[in-house]
């Protein structure tokens, strides 16, 4: 064990000096990290041919290609890889998705090329290469300039929701924006234990997960999380698409997800003229929501991270959530607090809701009033969740208990609410917990929340600039 992970130490510091000597050169982490993913996906394939195994990649855009050559030579035959395995089909189309080169000074590129060189990956246990690759992905979710936290869950919180859907071996999983793979990845080792048949195995490894996202970089890294921890070996189960125009028929009985907030990007194609269906809106949220309803099968079970406003606003918002409440049981809200995602200040829940049967009581966990957490200095981890997964009864929820009790316990952060309770009220924002708040936050966290916010403004002003371009005002 203690080799283990000298082992991977060992790989993570050489993979960060490397990142700061290209940082330097002003090749940003995502550039990095997207580079070494291809370099590192044509190790591989070096490294299984030469143990007898065949190539995925044709003659002429192999490692051996590449790996002779210096200089411009270097970039060039790098570039023309790229370009050719961009417009391959399975496993290498997904994982060259839209690829280009971000390394353009030979010497830098050489350096990455020799590092992955150094080791063999092909051979290394999925359990160790995966895990190298999840700590680059934090990495990268860290980096407050290059703006991949968006695409990043906290483990700790995937953790909990997989524990408490509990999908089981057989079953489909999905998450239709599913960032670097995050859900899908501890779905597929919370089910792996269940049985040792081997078609089940199978099953789980090619067929039973599924995820999706409309960002080329996003769907390289996913595609690439799983592959290295051995699964979708032949076929990725990433695809990229946009899943809010996605009309197919496929169903899941498991959906799992983070999708991005807000208003859709300009430019995207409508979603009401692809799915007349929904409820017409421009927010981003509401329409995942609608779009996960409509690919969760009968009987199946959804955790999904939402932001207040879900809970809360009127208009079109609130019809979607009447139709949530007709066909489908929200059982269970969990209110998460600020400082647990990359970015600083949405207000956001978990909601777990089954598909089949009217909502009817609806138990709420408060995780946020009195709760601070950062991600520096006191970040979330699995524990902080473990009440929450012990009240929710997996399996067996009519077990629930109250933690809350009005005369006992008024600052329980377990209640249920009566369906009677519920239909009395005009939105979803159950607060009752009493705790007087001190900011007991430090200097560092106070200063690290300002730079977010205005990292925030400089994104946004900039947005701005380019859409007005050359307007005159």
């Known amino acids: 064990m203690a080799?283990?992970?000298?082992?991977?130490?060992?790989?993570?510091?050489?993979?960060?000096?490397?990142?700061?000597?290209?940082s330097a050169a002003g090749v940003g982490f995502t550039d990095y990290i997207t580079q070494l993913t291809y370099i590192l996906f044509l190790k591989m394939d070096d490294e299984k041919e030469a143990m007898g195994l065949p190539s995925y990649l044709p003659e002429g855009y192999r490692w051996k290609d590449l790996c002779i050559l210096n200089g411009t030579d270097l970039v060039e035959k790098y570039e023309e890889i790229l370009d050719e395995l961009s417009k391959a089909d399975g496993l290498i189309g997904t994982i060259f998705t839209k690829a280009t080169n971000k390394i353009y000074r030979p010497v830098m590129l050489k350096k990455v090329i020799d590092m992955v060189s150094?080791?063999?990956?092909?051979?290394?246990?999925?359990?160790?290469?995966?895990?190298?690759?999840?700590?680059?992905?934090?990495?990268?979710?860290?980096?407050?300039?290059?703006?991949?936290?968006?695409?990043?869950?906290?483990?700790?919180?995937?953790?909990?929701?997989?524990?408490?859907?509990?999908?089981?071996l057989g079953e489909t999983v999905a998450d239709p924006c599913c960032g670097t793979g995050g859900f899908l990845l501890a779905a597929y080792e919370h089910m792996r234990t269940q049985s040792r048949d081997i078609e089940r195995q199978r099953f789980l490894k090619n067929n039973a997960l599924f995820g999706a996202d409309n960002?080329?970089?996003?769907?390289?890294?996913?595609?690439?999380?799983?592959?290295?921890?051995?699964?979708?070996?032949?076929?990725?189960?990433?695809v990229y698409q946009d899943s809010l125009i996605d009309t197919s028929d496929r169903m899941f009985q498991v959906v799992m997800t983070n999708p991005p907030f807000g208003t859709r990007p300009q430019g995207s194609?409508?979603?009401?003229?692809?799915?007349?269906?929904?409820?017409?809106?421009?927010?981003?949220?509401?329409?995942?929501?609608?779009?996960?309803?409509?690919?969760?099968?009968?009987?199946?079970?959804?955790?999904v991270v939402m932001p207040d406003s879900v809970l809360t606003d009127g208009g079109a918002t609130a019809k979607v959530r009447e139709r949530l409440f007709k066909d489908?049981?929200?059982?269970?809200?969990?209110?998460?607090?600020?400082?647990?995602?990359?970015?600083?200040?949405?207000?956001?829940n978990v909601l777990f809701f089954d598909k089949g049967e009217p909502t009817k009581d609806i138990w709420v966990y408060d995780y946020r009033t009195g709760v601070k957490h950062t991600m520096t200095t006191k970040p979330m981890t699995r524990e902080h969740l473990q009440?929450?997964?012990?009240?929710?009864?997996?399996?067996?929820?009519?077990?629930?208990?109250?933690?809350?009790?009005?005369?006992?316990?008024?600052?329980?952060?377990?209640?249920?609410?009566?369906?009677?309770?519920?239909?009395?009220?005009?939105?979803?924002?159950?607060?009752?917990?009493?705790?007087?708040?001190?900011?007991?936050?430090?200097?560092?966290?106070?200063?690290?929340?300002?730079?977010?916010e205005s990292d925030g403004i400089a994104a946004a002003v900039a947005q701005l600039k380019e859409l007005l371009g050359g307007i005159k005002l």
């Open 328 to 348: 489908y049981n929200l059982h269970t809200i969990l209110r998460l607090p600020t400082g647990i995602f990359y970015a600083n200040g949405v207000k956001t």
């Open 3 to 22: 080799a283990h992970q000298k082992t991977e130490s060992a790989l993570l510091t050489k993979v960060w000096n490397i990142a700061n000597v290209m």
């Open 118 to 168: 150094e080791e063999n990956w092909y051979m290394m246990e999925g359990d160790l290469k995966g895990a190298i690759y999840e700590k680059i992905l934090e990495k990268n979710g860290q980096d407050k300039k290059s703006g991949a936290g968006q695409y990043f869950t906290p483990r700790a919180l995937i953790s909990a929701i997989v524990d408490v859907i509990n999908p089981k």
């Open 387 to 452: 009440e929450f997964v012990d009240c929710y009864c997996s399996g067996h929820i009519e077990d629930r208990k109250e933690t809350y009790d009005a005369e006992t316990n008024p600052n329980g952060r377990w209640r249920r609410y009566t369906e009677a309770e519920v239909k009395a009220r005009d939105d979803l924002n159950f607060k009752w917990l009493d705790f007087t708040e001190e900011d007991d936050r430090t200097v560092a966290d106070i200063l690290d929340e300002m730079q977010a």
């Open 215 to 238: 960002t080329a970089l996003v769907v390289t890294l996913a595609s690439m999380n799983l592959y290295l921890h051995d699964i979708g070996v032949n076929k990725s189960p990433i």
């Open 269 to 303: 194609v409508d979603v009401s003229a692809n799915r007349p269906e929904f409820v017409k809106t421009s927010d981003n949220q509401v329409n995942f929501l609608q779009h996960i309803m409509s690919i969760v099968k009968t009987g199946g079970r959804v955790g």
